[in-house]
């Protein structure tokens, strides 16, 4: 009996510590899935909303935890139709309902509505919690559409991480240079190629990097959204920085700090 009880503290007092080290946050994965109509056919009389996120129960300080649910929960019931919503149960409904409306005027119409969001935990530890969310509908109009963003929490303190704090000062200059050789190389465009006359909407025609940027264990990712620079037809870019590449621009006394250790 003693054994299995120092067993039991021994690994209670590993699961704590390890907490304390890598600074990560618990959470459990929740599902959501709702449909009206029959949307396993083709007869385009169909609802789909669709969702997945995490769900955290743990911190470091208590009210990062709290900071992170707000902050998923305002993202999954996001306004559809400048409709504010307090669940996804009352998003379905209220799809539902639209729905119906649509149909009712215009029984003929090939239309269907489905929505699909996502909140995926990208890394989680060195005091850095950082958030994918996705979504991906059809809910009329010429063409679906689609939306990347993302998050970067300290888990600590539940505020959001900035790329000034990780980075140090006077970084801009030298990370959009980067930055843009990745951009023209996932693009296919030359080193001289000018921005307007291959269809993308940067100011000046000087590249500027996106304040959408993630966290990863391996590098910087920015994400440029449909219709952020350039129409929908050429689609969303995302390039990656890895952190061998701006090993000089890392500020030492930041968070990227503990991920390179």
């Given at each position: 009996m003693k054994k299995?009880?120092?067993?039991?503290?021994?690994?209670?007092?590993?699961?704590?510590?390890?907490?304390?080290?890598?600074?990560?946050?618990?959470?459990?994965?929740?599902?959501?899935?709702?449909?009206?109509g029959n949307c396993d056919s083709?007869?385009?009389?169909?609802?789909?909303?669709?969702?997945?996120?995490?769900?955290?129960?743990?911190?470091?300080?208590?009210?990062?935890?709290?900071?992170?649910?707000?902050?998923?929960?305002e993202l999954i019931n996001s306004p559809v139709f400048e409709k504010k919503n307090n669940s996804l149960e009352e998003l379905s409904s209220y799809l539902i309902d639209d729905y119906a409306k649509i149909k009712k005027r215009f029984p003929d119409s090939p239309i269907v509505y489905q929505l699909e969001r996502n909140v995926?935990?990208?890394?989680?530890?060195?005091?850095?919690?950082?958030?994918?969310?996705?979504?991906?509908?059809?809910?009329?109009?010429?063409?679906?559409?689609?939306?990347?963003?993302?998050?970067?929490?300290?888990?600590?303190?539940?505020?959001?991480?900035?790329l000034s704090e990780l980075l140090i000062k006077n970084y801009k200059t030298e990370l959009n240079r980067?930055?843009?050789?990745?951009?023209?190389?996932?693009?296919?465009?030359?080193?001289?190629?000018?921005?307007?006359?291959a269809g993308f909407w940067f100011r000046d025609?000087?590249?500027?990097?996106?304040?959408?940027?993630?966290?990863?264990?391996?590098?910087?990712?920015?994400?440029?959204n449909d219709y952020e620079v350039a129409p929908h037809a050429v689609g969303p870019t995302e390039i990656t920085i890895k952190y061998g590449e701006i090993g000089n621009l890392i500020n030492p006394d930041g968070l990227l700090n503990g991920l390179q250790n």
């Open positions: 299995i009880l120092f067993l039991v503290s021994a690994l209670i007092a590993f699961s704590c510590s390890r907490g304390v080290y890598d600074k990560s946050i618990s959470y459990q994965m929740k599902y959501f899935s709702r449909t009206s083709l007869s385009n009389n169909c609802v789909s909303v669709k969702a997945e996120y995490p769900q955290f129960r743990s911190a470091v300080q208590s009210g990062a935890s709290d900071s992170l649910n707000n902050l998923v929960r995926n935990v990208i890394l989680n530890q060195a005091g850095i919690v950082s958030l994918e969310y996705s979504e991906d509908s059809f809910l009329g109009g010429a063409h679906p559409n689609s939306i990347r963003k993302f998050f970067n929490i300290n888990s600590e303190t539940g505020g959001r991480i900035l980067i930055a843009e050789k990745k951009f023209r190389e996932a693009r296919n465009l030359k080193p001289d190629e000018e921005f307007d006359k025609n000087k590249f500027e990097l996106t304040s959408n940027y993630l966290i990863t264990k391996t590098g910087l990712t920015f994400f440029f």
